[in-house]
């Protein structure tokens, strides 16, 4: 048995040629989901909401126990089992919620 010349060389079998393809395009799709996930992460992560307002001007005597926020509001829950809700661009008071107990 002789081995082939270096310089002759077989053609290469169709579906040898697919399977390369279609690694190849795989690949390509793997990496750019990677990077599209790594992206939405990235823009969901820099358009977080706004930070807590520097000042909140609870009513006298009222003490925050807990605080949330929507797009243009904020809400701080407190001592007395009131949810108070403010105006994020104006930071009033725009509706008091009174927590009773369900019965």
């Known amino acids: 048995m002789s081995s082939p010349e270096p310089e002759e060389t077989l053609p290469e079998p169709p579906q040898l040629r697919f399977l390369r393809i279609l690694v190849t395009v795989l690949t390509a799709v793997m990496i750019a989901g990677i990077i599209m996930i790594l992206g939405l992460i990235w ?51 725009r509706q008091e919620i009174q927590i009773t107990p369900a019965q």
């Open 43 to 93: 823009h969901r992560y820099s358009n977080a909401r706004a930070p807590l307002p520097e000042v909140i001007d609870l009513p006298s005597g009222a003490t925050a126990t807990a605080y949330t926020q929507g797009s243009d509001w904020y809400a701080v829950v407190t001592d007395g089992d009131r949810i108070l809700i403010f105006d994020r661009a104006t930071g009033r008071l």
